[in-house]
């Protein structure tokens, strides 16, 4: 099938590390995504890695990818109150042009820091 | 720098009247454009796909319709909502090429409550 899957609900303590997990489903897919959503907005683009990378850092954000097993996991480092927000993790599957890129998207993951 | 619009932010509307729900670029030539809808329920539907100026695919039957009259310009259309068409409407754009060519950009959405 298509799905993306991610855990509901995370909550953790303010400073403390979050990590938020994905599995996706083709092993083909050469863009997987990291999006943030906070109440009442659009989705925002947080940070994305190729099919070919293990690992990508962007200052207080690593995303980690093990194709072998199709997992994707978000970390953010010294979690903030600010961080509180719905995280979507997306793959793109192996683009046709009628297609149109199309991304797939999992439940979205609803992160809760508490102080 | 690419922006992207929605109008109108929220709307309400009694069942069986017409729908209008717009979406604009900036800054882009010859986007995708996208329409998803995003339910109580959390996860994001891909309604509509749009890959040029009146080429428009529907991913799912359904009371809506998409149009695209002009390159950076993405509606939404019903001519009689439906209870189940509430829900929080998001626009996105992403390139033909370029290295992050199908990266989708979300819009800030629109939300709306039939009653």
């Known amino acids: 099938g298509e799905d993306v899957e991610q855990s509901l609900f995370l909550s953790v303590r303010e400073g403390d590390s979050s990590v938020i997990n994905c599995t996706y489903t083709?092993?083909?897919?050469?863009?997987l995504y990291w999006y943030k959503q906070e109440p009442g907005a659009g989705l925002q683009l947080l940070t994305y890695?190729?099919?070919?990378?293990d690992m990508k850092q962007d200052q207080r954000l690593t995303v980690l990818l093990n194709k072998k097993d199709k997992h994707l996991s978000l970390r953010i480092a010294d979690t903030q109150t600010g961080d509180s927000a719905i995280y979507f993790c997306?793959?793109?599957?192996?683009?046709?042009?009628?297609?149109?890129?199309?991304?797939?998207f999992g439940q979205g993951t609803e992160l809760s820091v508490k102080p | 720098s690419q922006t992207i619009h929605q109008w109108p932010a929220t709307l309400v509307q009694p069942v069986g009247s017409p729908l209008s729900l717009e979406c604009t670029v900036e800054?882009?030539?010859?986007?995708?454009l996208y329409w998803y809808r995003q339910a109580a329920g959390r996860g994001l539907q891909l309604l509509f796909y749009?890959?040029?100026?009146?080429?428009i695919s529907s991913e799912v039957p359904q009371n809506l319709s998409a149009s695209r009259p002009q390159d950076r310009q993405f509606i939404l259309s019903s001519k009689k909502l439906l209870l189940s068409d509430s829900g929080f409407y998001l626009c996105a754009w992403s390139v033909l090429s370029g290295g992050l060519r199908d990266t989708q950009y979300f819009g800030p959405g629109t939300r709306l409550t039939v009653l």
């Open positions: 083709d092993s083909s897919s050469t863009y």
């Open positions: 800054g882009t030539s010859n986007p995708n």
């Open positions: 749009s890959i040029g100026i009146d080429q």
């Open positions: 890695i190729f099919s070919n990378m």
């Open positions: 997306a793959e793109r599957k192996e683009r046709s042009y009628n297609q149109g890129g199309k991304l797939i």
